[in-house]
């Protein structure tokens, strides 16, 4: 397939969802194109605190959405619906396309958040690695969510894990290929650069012993944040490695690091912020 750098967007309007206990609804469209889809998870008992899109990691060339079944179940079974897209990888797509596939999934969470059991003021961004750069490059740079009639201010917070939000991929060798569109604005994919003063709340997690993406990754991006105006907190756990902390959010490693008590807190203490 040659490699494109947009997406579609979406076409029909979908039909009315149907849920069953926190297993929710697998292989909904959220656009046109076959790796446009996503799986739902919802409480049991149908009351949502908030919605969380949850974009998984895998350096832009790898990841499936149903291996993380176990953490969409885990996030339902404490009250929230969790909605977890697949995206275009590398070498199908490059930059910007799995960003503009992150919009067009958000635009979906937005549209029916109703009938997830929430609502679309209640809807939060989360991601590891790779998909904590794409959830903060959502929140940062409004064109993305402006294609589809979006504030980023629709985003009532991002928790990202071990994202590489200082990077800069043309000079990382691994990665060149990938982002070759952005040579002409090297900023463009670089969240470090996109801080501005009305960025949606961040928590921003990550493993004192990542040797993949450092801590000052998350360290450097909640400063300068914070500096800016926008609110934003780095928590570095200590023994936690790049992918330990997002095991930490699974039944028997929770003891590994407070990730999850973390997490529940920040979406508690935004959903009580006006």
Same mark, same amino acid.
């Given at each position: 397939m040659a490699a494109m750098s947009t997406v579609a967007v979406a076409s029909a309007e979908q039909p009315p969802l149907a849920f069953h206990s926190n297993v929710g609804s697998r292989h909904i469209p959220y656009g046109p194109l076959p790796r446009q889809k996503l799986d739902i998870y919802v409480p049991k008992n149908g009351a949502v605190k908030a919605t969380i899109l949850y974009f998984y990691g895998g350096g832009w060339v790898s990841g499936a959405r149903w291996y993380y079944r176990l953490f969409g179940r885990a996030m339902a079974a404490r009250g929230f619906a969790v909605v977890v897209p697949d995206y275009h990888l590398y070498p199908a797509a490059t930059f910007p396309a799995f960003v503009e596939d992150a919009a067009l999934a958000f635009k979906w969470m937005h549209d029916h958040a109703a009938e997830l059991g929430g609502n679309s003021s209640r809807l939060f961004v989360m991601g590891h690695s790779a998909g904590a750069h794409i959830s903060t490059l959502l929140a940062l740079d409004p064109? *993305? @969510?402006?294609?589809? =009639?979006?504030?980023?201010?629709?985003?009532k917070g991002? &928790? =990202?894990?071990?994202? /590489? *939000?200082?990077? #800069? !991929?043309?000079?990382? %060798? =691994? &990665?060149? #290929? +990938?982002?070759? %569109?952005? $040579?002409?604005? /090297?900023?463009?994919? $670089? !969240?470090?650069?996109? &801080?501005?003063? #009305?960025? !949606? !709340?961040?928590?921003?997690?990550?493993?004192? $012993?990542?040797? +993949?993406? =450092?801590?000052?990754?998350?360290?450097? @991006?909640a400063n300068a944040l914070s500096a800016a105006g926008s609110q934003a907190e780095a928590k570095v756990y200590p023994n936690i490695g790049h992918f330990e902390i997002f095991a930490a959010y699974l039944w028997g490693w929770r003891w590994r690091a407070s990730v999850l008590k973390d997490t529940e807190s920040f979406i508690e203490a935004r959903l009580a912020s006006r």
């Open positions: 064109s *993305y @969510l402006g294609a589809h =009639g979006l504030k980023t201010s629709s985003i991002v &928790v =990202g894990l071990a994202g /590489p *939000y200082t990077l #800069d !991929p043309l000079k990382w %060798t =691994g &990665v060149k #290929d +990938i982002f070759a %569109t952005s $040579r002409d604005a /090297p900023h463009v994919a $670089r !969240p470090i650069k996109l &801080v501005k003063s #009305d960025a !949606p !709340p961040m928590l921003l997690l990550h493993g004192e $012993r990542d040797r +993949i993406v =450092g801590q000052h990754a998350s360290v450097n @991006l």
